[in-house]
T-cell receptor, first 115, second 114 residues
């Protein structure tokens, strides 16, 4: 069984730039969620993708966008980076709502630093 | 909206001590409750879960009971080990009202000294 993998593991960007983070879901999982974890805080829900469509969104501006591909992998894109976007970005895969009790399987995260 | 409140850390214990990390929640309906653990440099991994009132989740010597009357899900372990040092997150998810969105507490850092 292949777990959730994320890339890159670390990256540094400057304000105003754009970034793309990638995630491969655990085999057999059809739903991918993205979370932002600032230092010393719990993960905050960004959005979720199911069947290649956004299926729920947290309190994040439109410059945070995503994609899900037919193989269930996903991308998180952030435009016009701000200093406060510096965080650990976590991808989590799961089964769809009707098949799951809500538990999430996380990757190790992508650490983004915005200078 | 949903929210999770954890006891503030950090918590430092000696090996074999008893551990309690408090967690209370606010939610509509009947959420599922979780404890996740994050070891240094790693992502979160599920420690245990409970899906309905009075359920007890358990794993690796850790336990937590879903108490609807007190809206609590406190984590306990009778005898901690150095290898239990990590950050522990309480979380909830209501599949019926906001499918897939989990709400997390801010985490409690546990350090166990030999």
């Amino acid at each position: 069984e292949t777990g959730v993998t994320q890339s890159p593991t670390h990256l540094i960007k400057t304000r105003g730039q754009q970034v793309t983070l990638r995630c491969s879901s655990q085999s057999g999982h059809n739903t991918v969620s993205w979370y932002q974890q600032a230092l010393g805080q719990g993960p905050q829900f960004i959005f979720q993708y199911y069947r290649e469509e956004e299926n729920g969104r947290g309190n994040f501006p439109p410059r945070f966008s995503g994609l899900q591909f037919p193989n269930y992998s996903s991308e998180l894109n952030v435009n016009a980076l701000e200093l406060d976007d510096s965080a650990l970005y976590l991808c989590a895969s799961s089964l769809a709502a009707g098949e799951s009790t809500g538990e999430l399987f996380f990757g190790e995260g992508s650490r983004l630093t915005v200078l | 909206g949903n929210s999770v409140t954890q006891m503030e850390g950090p918590v430092t214990l000696s090996e074999e001590a008893f551990l309690t990390i408090n967690c209370t929640y606010t939610a509509t309906g009947y959420p599922s409750l979780f404890w996740y653990v994050q070891y240094p440099g790693e992502g979160l991994q599920l420690l245990l879960k409970a899906t309905k009132a009075d359920d007890k989740g358990s794993n690796k010597g850790f336990e937590a009971t879903y108490r609807k009357e007190t809206t609590s899900f406190h984590l306990e372990k009778g005898s901690v080990q150095v290898s239990d040092s990590a950050v522990y997150f309480c979380a909830l998810c209501n599949l019926r009202t906001n499918a897939g969105k989990s709400t997390f507490g801010d985490g409690t850092t546990l350090t166990v000294k030999p």
